[in-house]
């Protein structure tokens, strides 16, 4: 248990996305922790092994909350499980992706996007923020993407709901900061993931374990935190080095080739 973490950020935390990969690796790095847990997902057998599991291996309280952040109103059900509990730690992590050509995309896919990369992590900021400065104490991690700090072509919309919740969580750490509250986001690359399933192992290709071990052990410390040397030296080629028409046009030339999404061809109407 670290008890200088959990004075910090009180006896619980919320974790959306907690039914796989980084969303699982902060139940665990969070729980070991010492702090009780509130897990978040669409998928509720998920979340109960997982909280079986957690229980069981660091002595801690879990509850679950089975809901679909890309639906209005999921924040009720949250705020409902969490009235009788004082949470100290956000972690805002639940995410999906959308890749290939903008006009090939399903705008309900997109919409659907949009309200939970977006959306989804400021109403619970929103609420749980509020919380926290009346407290004087708390934390609010976002989890963001390399992919926010240049133009991303065949990942255009998912990039751009990525940048919005750099810029977000860069701007709260500011306001934030002289009520005792800690906002961080952080900003991995290829994470071993569902979304990266199929993936061949590579360098580029990172454990969760230390994307989140990174972001905790920054967290009061830094506004964002990119995790992994070759995703710290992208950032710093594509958005130092390169002119951002230059690093479009090279993010873009990766990507066509890479997504297999741009390279099938959809029978146009």
């Known amino acids: ?40 997902a669409r998928r509720k057998e998920l979340l109960d092994s997982l909280a079986a599991e957690l229980s069981a291996k ?26 009788d509990v004082e949470v100290g730690l956000l972690v805002n992590n639940a995410g999906m992706n959308c890749e290939g050509h ?6 309900e896919r997109n919409l659907q996007m949009l309200q939970l990369n977006t959306k989804a992590p400021f109403i619970l900021a ?7 400065i009346s407290r004087g104490k708390g934390g ?42 800690d906002v961080i986001a952080v900003c991995p690359g290829m994470t071993k993931s569902e979304m990266t399933r199929g993936m061949k192992d590579g360098p580029m290709l990172m454990e969760a374990a230390p994307v989140v071990k990174i972001t905790l052990d920054n967290l009061g410390k830094e506004a964002y935190v990119v995790p992994g040397f070759l995703n710290k030296a992208q950032v710093f080629l594509s958005s130092r080095l390169l002119s951002r028409d230059n690093a479009k046009s090279l993010s873009g030339a990766l990507l066509k080739k890479m997504l297999p999404a741009t390279n099938k061809k959809k029978k146009e109407n």
């Open 58 to 83: 660091y002595k801690v309280e879990c509850k679950t909350v089975e809901a679909d952040l890309s639906k209005d109103g999921f924040q009720f059900d949250i705020l409902d499980a969490t009235k």
């Open 102 to 107: 903008f006009y090939r995309g399903s705008l």
């Open 126 to 132: 929103y609420e749980f923020g509020k919380q926290f």
């Open 1 to 40: 248990m670290d008890t200088k973490f959990s004075d910090k950020y009180s006896s619980w935390a919320v974790i959306t996305g907690a039914s796989s990969g980084i969303g699982v690796e902060f139940a665990h790095q969070i729980a070991e922790k010492g702090l009780n847990v509130v897990l978040v």
């Open 140 to 181: 609010i991690i976002f989890t963001s993407s390399i992919s926010a700090f240049n133009a991303n072509p065949y990942l255009s919309h998912y990039a751009a709901t990525k940048a919005y919740i750099l810029s977000l969580a860069e701007s709260m750490n500011y306001e934030f900061k002289d009520k005792n509250v």
